[in-house]
């Protein structure tokens, strides 16, 4: 999806500062700790540590949203070339339906245009709800991709 316009919603009472990984790995390791993939703290480790990674390589930056002061969500978002994607966004469970995630993709895109994009883009699943929600933020569908996997025998 394609941000073509302005959003339609906004988070008013959503705090959002953009911060290095360094800043931004406790709410990192929180939102990996929470997923059902981190079956253990080396998995923990790996992946947090991965984001790290893309902040030195490809230029990461992350987006934390506060609410009342307490980490309540991030994004990331990359640009290249006049093209900015936003990424992979979480929300805490807790802080779920307080406009963290409108928050965080509205920084992180705003930021993307701000440094030279031309072009803003996302990544939605086509079956889940987040794409009605960046739909609001001024999100549309240019293109659909699918995947099929052969699960082992």
């Known amino acids: 999806m394609t941000q073509q316009r302005a959003p339609s919603r906004s988070a008013r009472d959503v705090e959002v500062d953009e911060r290095s990984f360094e800043e931004a790995k406790p709410v990192i390791e929180e939102v990996v700790r929470r997923a059902p993939y981190a079956t253990s703290e080396e998995v923990v480790r790996q992946l947090v540590d991965h984001r790290a990674l893309l902040e030195r390589a490809a230029g990461a930056r992350f987006f934390v949203g506060r609410v009342d002061g307490a980490a309540a969500g991030i994004c990331e978002s990359y640009l290249i070339d006049g093209v900015g994607q936003v990424e ?57 991709r699918w995947s099929f996997v052969l699960a082992p025998s």
């Open 88 to 144: 992979d966004v979480n929300t805490l469970e807790e802080h779920r339906g307080k406009g963290v995630a409108t928050a965080v993709v509205t920084a992180a895109a705003d930021a993307c245009r701000a440094r030279g994009a031309d072009l803003v883009f996302l990544i939605a699943d086509n079956e889940d709800w987040p794409k009605d929600l960046y739909a609001e933020l001024g999100f549309e569908p240019i293109t659909r």
